[in-house]
């Protein structure tokens, strides 16, 4: 300890930043939980999805959250779920996502930041983190899983995916 030259300042600043990370460490494991028990048993511990059964969400969640109409698309799946034919990283789904409208707007905004930004290969290219008013928007719009999959055909289009 007698070796450590820090400042009172560069003391405070390290506080500061070590605050900062553990805030967003946290944020990150909320999300990670709701997914570990809601999402995991069909899209995989690490979101890299299965064949048949479900898509990756390593990549396309973080391309959806930098758009408007990509981050509407999130919210309405996990709130209207998704039904029907897909295509994600040259892979074919078609399923049935059940709803988690059951989950609260701020469980279901944790989600959103850990799919969005936590997983591995997922960048939402700096865009802003997903809010419980947000999911709460959304669920002002109930869509059916149909109409959720069209949506994503659109989004997937303008993202060039
Ligand atoms: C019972 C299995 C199952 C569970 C549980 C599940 N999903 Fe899904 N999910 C699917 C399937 C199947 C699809 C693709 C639906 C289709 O083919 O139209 C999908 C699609 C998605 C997509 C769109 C991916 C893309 O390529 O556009 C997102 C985002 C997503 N799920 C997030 C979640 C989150 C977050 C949770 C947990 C809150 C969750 N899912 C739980 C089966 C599941």
């Keep these: 300890m007698k070796r450590m030259t820090f400042t009172a300042r560069a003391t405070a600043a390290m506080l500061l930043a070590l605050g900062m990370t553990g805030a967003m460490a946290q944020d990150m494991s909320a999300g990670k939980a709701v997914f570990s028990s809601n999402c995991a048993v069909c899209h995989q511990a690490a979101g890299q999805g299965q064949d048949g059964l479900a898509p990756a969400l390593t990549t396309y969640p973080g391309r959806y959250a930098s758009t408007e109409a990509g981050r509407k698309l999130l919210a309405h799946v996990v709130l209207n779920g998704m039904v029907g034919a897909i295509?994600?990283?040259g892979k074919q789904y078609n399923g049935n996502m059940p709803n988690f409208r059951a989950l609260s707007d701020a469980e279901l905004a944790d989600v959103l930041n850990y799919i969005a930004t936590g997983l591995s290969g997922a960048s939402a290219g700096g865009?802003?983190?997903?809010?419980?008013?947000?999911v709460k928007a959304g669920r002002a719009q109930s869509l059916t899983?149909?109409?959720?999959?069209r949506q994503r055909a659109d989004v997937v289009r303008e993202a060039g995916l």
């Excluded at 865009?127 to 947000?134: L, Y």
């Excluded at 899983?145 to 999959?149: K, L």
């Design 127 to 134: 865009s802003q983190p997903f809010t419980a008013d947000e």
């Design 87 to 89: 295509e994600n990283g």
């Design 145 to 149: 899983p149909a109409e959720v999959r």
